[in-house]
């Protein structure tokens, strides 16, 4: 497709359950960018992949997050026993990172998964 | 650790009106700086990309500065539309990484 795309859009689930939220990004783009934004609050930025390796999982809440991306391409951010403060919408970026020495990384979004936990 | 902040926090304006949004921020050693746009309930759009290098990038109505050795970017809006109404929010590059500021909410009344 021509943007980012991100799916379910909208993802209700009870507590304790795990969730799995996933991102296509742009074609050709390498690097990936995954955010959290409550309700009311600004980005917070959870992990970055730079092809299929995480070079910065500094964002990451606990250890109940966790994310993966494979073939350069789908990434998936996996909550697992979710808790109720981990109700937000979840951003995923990608950008075209690092073109001809010079950084490019200009970010495109995809509209986000909202996710409820009851 | 770069922080990122942006005033005012928001921002209400007559149709027609020029007006400027400020970003700052604490740390220099940036790759480039990014605007954007919310709108309420969907994900964020992408209004400009300064590099380091750059002084100031346009984009039709719009109008982006980058000063680092003051910490500062301005979004410029020339005659304002109520389309424009939405929340916007600067992001600083120092690496892969961005770090985002907490955004203007701005109306344009009309």
């Known amino acids: 497709g021509a943007g980012v795309s991100q799916s379910p859009s909208n993802k209700v689930t009870e507590k304790g359950k795990d969730v799995e939220l996933r991102c296509d990004p742009i074609?050709?783009?390498?690097?990936l960018y995954w955010y959290r934004q409550r309700l009311g609050q600004g980005l917070e930025f959870l992990i970055y992949?730079?092809?299929?390796?995480?070079?910065?999982k500094s964002g990451l809440p606990s250890d109940r997050f966790s994310a993966e991306r494979t073939g350069e391409s789908v990434s998936t951010l996996t909550i697992q026993r979710t808790q109720q403060e981990d109700s937000a919408v979840y951003l995923c970026?990608?950008?075209?990172?690092?073109?001809?020495?010079?950084?490019?990384?200009?970010?495109?979004f995809g509209p986000g998964t909202r996710l409820t936990v009851l | 650790k770069q922080e990122v902040t942006q005033i005012p926090a928001a921002l209400s304006v007559p149709e027609g009106e020029n007006l400027v949004l400020n970003c700052s921020f604490t740390?220099?050693?940036?790759?480039?700086l990014q605007w954007f746009r919310q709108d309420p309930g969907k994900g964020l759009t992408s209004l400009l990309l300064?590099?380091?290098?750059?002084r100031e990038q346009t984009s039709g109505r719009l109008n982006a500065s980058l000063d680092k050795s003051s910490g500062r970017s301005t979004l410029y809006i020339a005659a304002s539309q109520p389309g424009d109404s939405a929340t916007y929010l600067c992001?600083?590059?120092?690496?892969?990484?961005?770090?985002f500021g907490p955004g203007t909410r701005l109306s344009v009344l009309p």
């Open positions: 970026a990608s950008s075209l990172a690092v073109v001809g020495g010079l950084v490019n990384n200009e970010q495109f």
């Open positions: 074609s050709g783009h390498t690097a």
């Open positions: 992949f730079q092809g299929n390796s995480a070079p910065d």
């Open positions: 740390d220099s050693a940036i790759y480039n």
């Open positions: 300064i590099q380091s290098s750059q």
């Open positions: 992001a600083l590059s120092g690496g892969q990484n961005f770090v």
